[in-house]
């Protein structure tokens, strides 16, 4: 197993999605990203002839990453940058200023952002990383795609991605997100014994891990992806083969495993 990577070193149970294109930007709120593109010069062994593709910095922007920074609280090995929003429960969280204000902001940066194109073919994905995105209420999900919508025109089809933790989503919540057309759900499990989430600082137990997982079934989501954490502190054998066990049980169409990093200025980097 890797060790000090953040990078997923075991994916795809099924194919790659669209949004593995994308980087989850850590310190941006909002990051348009552009088409996969090279500006190798092709040759075409049978004719001899070569073809330049166009390099992608002059291509416009086909992906946004939207960042919602907010949890209930820091996980023990989590330097991203979030904000804790303490004792506030998810219903509370509908009408918490902090994240109004944040969201307010946020769409005046996307108004405000350049793009140097004229005109640019409608945006294939959007991905709502955080943070906890299921915390934020789903009107204000909808003002954000609503102001990409009108910004850069949005595909019919286009993939739009949402981190969701455990215990901050329930049915009429995934249904009202799905509405506002989320169609890929990224669930972080982290693992399956209350031990570890506990010793992670985790704001869930495993209860609520199956809760979600019941949820994203019985709503009917298409495509959907669970985080784990592998080298957790006393994570045994035994519990890792429970884990895998329980993630195939559960039938994502993607698996992301990251090998825990120790990370400065968290709780797990001073112990
Ligand atoms: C942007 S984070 C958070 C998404 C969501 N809030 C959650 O906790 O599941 C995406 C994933 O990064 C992983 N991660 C974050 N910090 C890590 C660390 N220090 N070591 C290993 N994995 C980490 C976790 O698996 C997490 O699910
Ligand atoms: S819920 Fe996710 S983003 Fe928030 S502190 Fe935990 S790992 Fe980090």
């Not at 303490?86 to 405000?112: Q, V």
């Not at 795609?145 to 286009?158: F, H, N, P, S, W």
């Not at 169609?183 to 989430?197: D, H, I, K, M």
Request: aromatic share 6%; proline share 6%; glycine share 6%.
């Amino acid at each position: 197993m890797l060790k000090s990577t953040i990078a997923p070193v075991l994916s795809s149970l099924h194919s790659k999605t669209k949004s593995d294109n994308l980087l989850p930007f850590k310190a941006a709120a909002f990051c348009i990203a552009l088409p996969k593109s090279t500006s190798t010069v092709r040759r075409n062994a049978s004719t001899n002839t070569s073809t330049v593709e166009t390099p992608s910095y002059k291509l416009p922007p086909a992906s946004a990453y939207v960042h919602l920074p907010f949890c209930r609280k820091r996980c023990h090995y989590c330097d991203f940058p979030i904000v804790a929003l303490g004792s506030t429960s998810t219903e509370t969280a509908d009408d918490d200023p902090r994240i109004s204000n944040y969201i307010h902001l946020l769409i005046r940066e996307i108004e405000a952002t350049q793009t140097h194109f004229d005109q640019h073919p409608h945006l294939e994905t959007v991905f709502f990383g955080g943070g906890t995105p299921s915390l934020v209420p789903p009107r204000l999900v909808a003002r954000i795609l609503d102001t990409l919508r009108l910004k850069y025109g949005l595909c019919l089809d286009a993939e739009i991605s949402m981190e969701m933790d455990p215990g901050t989503f329930d049915a009429q919540k995934l249904k009202d997100l799905i509405g506002l057309g989320v169609n890929r759900v990224s669930l972080g499990v982290q693992a399956f014994q209350e031990e570890l989430l506990k010793a992670c600082g985790r704001a869930h137990g495993v209860k609520e891990v199956h809760e979600a997982i019941e949820v994203i079934g019985s709503c009917g989501v298409g495509n959907w992806s669970m985080d784990l954490i592998s080298s957790l502190p006393n994570q045994t054998q035994e519990m890792w083969e429970e884990t895998l066990r329980l993630t195939i049980e559960a039938q994502p169409n993607h698996v992301s495993v990251y090998d825990l990093q120790i990370e400065k200025d968290t709780k797990f980097g001073s112990l």
